[in-house]
């Protein structure tokens, strides 16, 4: 039985497949992301709106009213002013702020060109982003982002406006529709001025649009990561929540069953022989000890993982993730 015929039917609509992914795919996210949404609602923490947890720190909080003092009232709350003027304790009130910036980084490279099921890893990671960005749109959030390829990246500032989180969708939308027309061609997209390929730079552009208190997805296949990248992650971290979605496909997982095979990149073609059964154990050792790495990396900057399979539904993948992580 393929991966495809294994799909639940019921969600099966809202699967994105093959190598570029279509408006029409990403604008069916929003109903994906209502199958979430009384969940997220319901994981939610201290009635924040959303399924962001939060590392404010002193920020996201504004200021309500004066009360008076109460009995259990935190004595570092009284405003001395107030209490001067009218004789009696009174204590500030305040009211958590319930919008909360949503940032989605999604890494549209070449590398991520690729699959043997289902979807290539670049759509996979487009969907992704479309059902986090409904989702936050339906919560009331201020949603952005950076759209990044070999070549350049559109940076979206969040807002308010529905209409930038649909801007960010049309950019996730216009350099997938890209990847095939670069991968096929000698003559690549000129750099743009100071732009450098890879996680790290667009971590560092990142950091521009991200303010204290923001969520931050990044959904990638993490081949760029390296210790620069970590050390953007360490410094977003401290005071946002970021969550890094890993995109990979069951062929990098494993080699397939013994055989011979055709690849191609979609210019040059040759063939893979899978029939060595040490080569296929180092290759799936390989994968795991790059997992690991990757986890272990991540674990000790209080990170979260989210990893993502190239032919399992990704709002199944997303309700999973939810359900363990809150």
Known sequence: MSAKSQLDPHHARYQSSGAVITLQQMLLQRYAAK??????????????SGLHLS??????IDFEEFRPYQPGDDIRLIDWRVTARTSRPFTKVFREERERPVIIAVDQTQNMYFGSQIAFKSVIAAQAAAVLCWLAIDNGDRVGGLVFSDTD?????????????LHLLNQIYEYNQR????????????LVQDFKPGLAHALGQIRRITKPGST?????????LDDKALQYLNQLSRHNNVICCLVYDILEESLPTPGIYSITDGSKKGSLNTHNSKARIKYRDLFIERMETIRSELDKLQIQLLKMRTNELVV???RKWIAKSY
């Open 216 to 224: 931050l997805y990044v959904i990638s296949d993490f081949m760029t």
């Open 55 to 60: 590392k404010m720190r002193g920020r996201g």
């Open 179 to 190: 990847l095939p027309e670069t991968k096929n061609t000698e003559d690549q997209l000129p």
């Open 35 to 48: 199958t979430l949404e009384y969940l997220a609602h319901n994981r939610s923490i201290a009635g924040i």
């Open 316 to 318: 199944e993948q997303i």
């Open 153 to 165: 990246s559109s940076l979206v500032r969040p807002k308010r406006s529905r209409r930038s989180a």
